[in-house]
Every structure is written in C-alpha cells, then in structure tokens.
C-alpha cells in the first residue's frame, strides 16, 4: 500500500514511516501544508495520514481540497486536537476516522488499514480475482489454491494492478505508486517492464490466466476480458 504522511513533527513522522516502511508499505512524507498540496495535486494514495496543524496552513483545507478535485485516497486525521466538535468536522468532512496523538503505532497501522479494506476490498482482508486469492494482511498469493512466492515489490505491483483492473495504468503511474518519492531519481520508468514480466511469468507458471495486456505507447491494463 502507498501512504502519504502529513506531519510537522519530525520525529513522529519518521516514527510512522519506519513503522509503516518495515510493514512493506511505501511512504511519501510532507512536513508542510504546500508539501501536503503538492503530493495530492500529482499522486494517489491509499490513505493519508493527516495532521490538522501545520507551520503554513490548516490540514482540515487540505482535506476539503482533496475532496474539492474528486479523490477517492482514504484520510486518517492525526491529531492532539480531542475536542467533540473538532472530530465532527473532520469526518463530516470527509476523513475516514480520527486518531489522537498521542498514539500507538499499532494502533495507527491497524486502522490504516481498516480504512483500506473497506474502500478496496469491502471490507475483507482477502481479495480474489478469478483464480488468484490475495491475503492483504498476510501478504500472500494463491493460483487456484496454490502459493505463489513474489517478491515484496512483486506482490505490491500485482496488487496495484488488481485493484485498478479494467484501467490502463501508465508505467510512470505504476513506477511511483511502488517506489514512492525514490521514483524521482530513475532516469527512465522501463524497468517496470522487468517487474511486470517477473510477476506474469510466476502467475502463468502457476496455472493463472495471463491477465497483464501492454497498451502500446501509454502502459499495462490487467483485465479479463
């Protein structure tokens, strides 16, 4: 999963990236509210962390402009802020849930990713696609029953892809949606190609329907029809 996390505080934001990072998601960081606006303007997330006070600006206006351009990424407010009322304005706003710091990792992690399971997966922590079984939680995949070992990014890339079946996914999009801020620094976006040929290759071996099509001259659409 891709997270975006908002917060000033450095210490903390490096705890939850450590947290989250070790847990085999990918983090984009901003300390600043035009950091915070800059990421959302350009990328999607599966949630983002938010923190409702920032040097330059006020988190909530970040959460009415995600809101304002249409985008379906998932928002967990972080905050010291306990008030009754300040609660309701964040989730009637938009916000998924509402966490006071201070806060247990553990904690925050597992309501991240309840949040992620209710927006992509109904709720549960297993998805399927046809013949393919995939355990979000576990991180695990299965062709007909059977394991099929990917690698971490492999899992993450194959999971991008499922989510987003039916859409033509640009191989910049993929690049940045699993490498996160590191994608920044590859000079070309080709070695996704190696990815997604390693991912077809353990899928097909496996007995799974080739579900990967390459769309000439944009990038890859995983679709069965």
């Given amino acids: ?23 085999g998601n990918i983090c984009d960081h901003a300390s600043t509210y035009e950091q915070g606006y800059q990421k959302l303007s350009i990328y999607d997330y599966d949630c983002i962390l938010l923190d409702l006070t920032l040097p330059d600006g006020e988190g909530l206006q970040l959460l009415k402009y995600l809101k304002k ?16 009322d300040q609660k309701i304005e964040g989730l009637s706003l938009g916000a998924d849930d509402y966490l006071i710091k201070p806060f247990h990792l553990s904690e925050l992690y597992a309501r991240v990713q309840s949040i992620v399971r209710r927006r992509h997966f ?4 297993i998805f399927h696609f046809n013949e393919i079984e995939i355990d979000t ?13 990917l690698t971490r990014k492999e899992f993450e890339l194959l999971l991008y892809f499922v989510v987003n079946k039916n ?19 590859a000079d070309s976006f080709d070695f996704i190609y190696t990815h997604i040929k390693n991912v077809r290759k353990k899928l097909t071996d496996s007995g799974c329907k080739d579900y990967f099509h390459s769309v000439y ?9």
């Fill in 137 to 149: 939680t576990a991180k695990e995949t299965k062709v007909n029953g059977k394991p099929v070992y």
């Fill in 167 to 185: 859409k033509v996914i640009s191989k910049a999009a993929a690049v940045v949606h699993i490498w996160g801020d590191d994608a920044d620094m």
């Fill in 69 to 84: 351009i249409n985008k379906a990424d998932g928002v967990l407010i972080i905050s010291a802020r306990n008030s009754l």
């Fill in 122 to 125: 109904n709720g549960n922590s």
């Fill in 1 to 23: 999963m891709k997270f975006l996390i908002v917060e000033d505080e450095e210490s903390l934001r490096n705890s939850i990236n450590q947290y989250l990072t070790v847990e």
């Fill in 217 to 225: 001259g944009v990038g890859y659409k995983f679709t069965d029809s």
